[in-house]
């Protein structure tokens, strides 16, 4: 526990890295001193005699550069991670560099509670769910919505934080289950350079530069480079070709003005992976003798199927000809940032981004399992051998561009009145997003010249009978998204044992959205939407180094969240959520590690579901209600001086309730079945222990449950533990080897899933990385 509920910077010596540790007891702002400032609140000035003030000392725990971080990197959350009442993740630079992450969704295995939705519909990129809820459009970079479909590289990170529970009242629409934020490499007070150069065991290679240098006391630059060709291990014909550039300069304009400008451009030229479908699934009975029971399948019986059982290196794609899968993205993002110090209480910050992502695929998705004579009933498949199965290549070209223009300006006070010590927030938000998107299917999975040997397909265009694209006609859309928000905040700390905190954001959205179909049909949309949001929490400090906190927050759904709208949802209001989380954070071992704890219970009160068309009622109405329940333990931090630790364990049961007051029948059959993407039991672990001060070992395991891919519940992936193991060797003061061991028991799990296909994760492969420092 922070008694003051204040955080004071320092800088340690590795590579300048801002770390923060917290007062053991209050600093009395408005006293002496503080109160002759300019620029003292009126009632700060009165809030004491006017004495001089004599600070305490102050005991700093410098946890840079290890597996426990304090402060996050959103400058509206001020509060320090131990004294949010919220459960809070982060994957330190330590983490990743250790495992040599090089995706987000690879640093994101170390935090249990997530899963990862498979592309569909020409979507690819990161796909998170948090909690059994989406959190695609959930994901920020330095407190800013990140926003496009590509997969997110490392190369500018040095945290990836992932806020549990809904955190719309700080970030806007979505976060129902949590948001994801990374936070960029930024320049430093220091000068130091990193080169690593890394082989892979599976064919590739992989270079980065990250480099810091001052040009004087007041101005800093930093760049940072990335270069890749990795193909994915035990998968045919998959691969990612990146490179990246992310300069930056910060300018102390001043004693109290800082400013830093930054640039990011990513490039991707790859192979996409659409994995392997699923077994002939079951269906849900809606006679009234057997109601939502699971009938036929695979197996005749009902029983719910997994994954094709075929090798795992199958791909369904083609390799070559004018239409191979192909997927390319180019995302430039430019960013300035202003932060001054209005005075010794209050810190303003204005931060302005453009981000354009470019996005063009033609990805092969397997759909329609059939015989070998392309028989694609269901009766025909029942115990069917899978080896003389065939499967058809859903073909399809996908063109979509994003934009967004952000504009947020936050305000952060910290201050005493009496008793009560402050820590408040409050800001505006101005977002303009664009999204135009056009897409040519290129082959039906249901024509036979689009079909291929389910355990031994033909990757070759010879196999297909593509014609170009004046064969077809491409549908388009354009969604034009502008955002309004306000929002504000404060933790109050009340003596040394109690702190309570309330927040609210209102944003007043408006989404304008076009259509064309391939019949020329153009269709226009129109929704003006107000989001209010808010939370509450209360934090308990029985001892100085534990926090008890209950918390209650809401977060919203509107209709255009991923920047769609149709007739159906265009006039519903948003999709509201409620969540009730309370928990423990304990500092142990003289505050080197944390441990916590929380339970939580999150409710989706009006989820969008579709009506019985003889009702009468619109085709969707806000009706349903989903449930989530679980704990999550966490623990991170310095065992001793040689041995790290960061784990995570998630349980939850979720269900769903009610499908609203006019459901079609095969709707009603779901109730009481699990969300998709919610596996019951979730955990991660990663260890390090330095031998001797040049080698150091470190290896971890990751779990997850069994898990549905539907409402249904007639698909699931299965159960797996994978296994990670990592040495390094510092050879001399500026030269060090390390040696990456991924999937050690090469085991088959998917690390992508939902309702069409699964994708599965590469087999055991290794990597060599040598690494210079100067």
Avoid at 312 to 336: I, K
Avoid at 489 to 511: L, P
């Amino acid at each position: 526990m922070r008694p003051a509920g204040y955080s004071v910077g320092i800088r340690s010596s590795k590579h300048g890295e801002a770390v923060r540790s917290g007062l053991k007891r209050p600093v009395q702002f408005g006293v002496g001193l503080a109160s002759a400032m300019v620029g003292a609140p009126a009632f700060a000035q009165q809030a004491a005699p006017a004495t001089e003030l004599e600070l305490p000392t102050v005991q700093v725990q410098d946890n840079s550069g290890g597996f426990l971080a304090t402060t996050t990197g959103v400058a509206r959350l001020p509060v320090p991670i131990f004294d949010m009442p919220q459960q809070v993740n982060v994957v330190t630079e330590k983490v990743l560099q250790q495992q040599n992450d090089t995706t987000l969704e690879q640093a994101l295995r170390n935090v249990s509670g997530i899963t990862f939705s498979a592309g569909e519909g020409g979507n690819q990129g990161d796909s998170p769910i948090i909690r059994g809820f989406s959190a695609r459009g959930d994901i920020f970079r330095d407190g800013i919505r990140d926003t496009g479909w590509y997969t997110r590289d490392m190369f500018n990170i040095e945290a990836v934080e992932v806020f549990m529970g809904p955190s719309s009242f700080a970030f806007g629409r979505g976060s129902t289950g949590g948001v994801i934020n990374m936070v960029s490499k930024l320049p430093k007070d220091a000068t130091f350079a990193e080169v690593d150069v890394t082989g892979y065991s599976q064919t590739g290679w992989r270079t980065t530069l990250d480099a810091n240098g001052k040009l004087n006391d007041n101005v800093y630059g930093r760049i940072n480079l990335m270069g890749q060709n990795v193909d994915t291990a035990a998968r045919d014909n998959v691969n990612a070709e990146r490179w990246g550039i992310a300069p930056s300069v910060t300018v102390k304009l001043n004693d109290r003005t800082t400013a830093t400008a930054s640039y990011y451009y990513q490039y991707e030229s790859g192979v996409p992976d659409y994995g392997i479908p699923y077994l002939p699934q079951p269906s849900l009975s809606t006679s009234a003798r057997n109601f939502g029971q699971s009938t036929g399948g695979y197996y005749g019986n009902g029983q719910a199927v997994g994954p094709v059982p075929v090798p795992r290196s199958n791909w369904y794609g083609v390799t070559n000809g004018p239409f191979a899968d192909d997927l390319t993205t180019e995302t430039n993002m430019a960013t300035f940032t202003i932060e001054h110090e209005l005075n010794d209480f209050v810190t303003l910050s204005n931060g302005t981004r453009y981000t354009a992502v470019d996005r063009n695929v033609i990805v092969t998705a397997p759909r329609s399992l059939g015989t070998a004579t392309n028989n694609t009933s269901a009766s025909a498949l029942t115990l069917y051998p899978v080896p003389l199965m065939t499967i058809g290549q859903q073909r399809f070209n996908t063109i979509t561009d994003n934009t967004q223009l952000s504009n947020i300006t936050d305000m952060v006070a910290k201050f005493q009145t009496g008793i009560f010590q402050h820590t408040m927030n409050a800001g505006m938000e101005l977002t303009k997003e664009t999204r135009n998107q056009s897409r040519v299917n290129l082959c039906s999975p249901t024509n036979a010249s689009c079909r291929v040997s389910l355990w031994a397909p033909n990757n070759t265009s010879a196999s297909l009978g593509l014609g170009g694209y004046s064969s077809f006609v491409p549908t388009s859309n354009s969604t034009d998204m502008t955002d309004i928000a306000f929002y504000a905040g404060d933790q109050i700390q009340i003596g040394d044992q109690w702190q309570v905190m309330g927040s609210f954001r209102w944003d007043i959205a408006n989404t304008t959205y076009s259509a064309i179909a391939a019949n020329g049909a153009i269709t226009t949309l129109q929704n003006d939407e107000d989001l209010f949001n808010y939370r509450f929490g209360v934090v308990y400090s029985p001892l100085q180094t534990v926090n008890l906190y209950l918390t209650y927050g809401t977060s919203s759904n509107p209709s255009s969240e991923f920047g769609v709208l149709s007739n159906d949802t265009v006039t519903l209001a948003p999709e509201s959520n409620e969540t009730l989380e309370a928990g423990v954070k304990a500092e142990v071992l003289n505050g080197q590690v944390v441990l916590t704890g929380a339970v939580f219970q999150t409710i989706k009160t009006n989820t969008r579901v579709p009506t019985d068309p003889l009702a009468g009622l619109p085709p969707q109405v806000l009706g349903g209600e989903q449930r989530v329940r679980g704990v999550s333990l966490g623990a991170a931090g310095a065992i001793t001086e040689q041995w790290d630790v960061t784990l995570s364990y998630t349980y939850m049961q979720t269900e769903i309730l009610s499908v609203g007051p006019a459901p079609t029948l095969a709707n009603l059959a779901t109730v009481g079945n699990q969300l998709p993407n919610a596996p019951q039991n979730s955990f991660s672990f990663w260890t390090s222990y330095d031998i001797t001060p040049q080698i150091t070992v470190a290896g971890g395991a990751t779990y997850n449950d069994k898990a549905f891919v539907n409402t249904n519940n007639t698909a699931y992936v299965p159960s797996y533990w994978s296994f990670d193991a990592m040495a390094s060797y510092q050879v001399t003061k500026n030269f060090q080897v390390q040696l990456n061991v991924y999937n050690i028991t090469d085991e088959l799990y998917y690390a992508q899933y939902y309702g069409g296909h699964a994708v599965p994760a590469a087999g055991r492969s290794a990597a060599l990385t040598a690494r210079a420092t100067f």
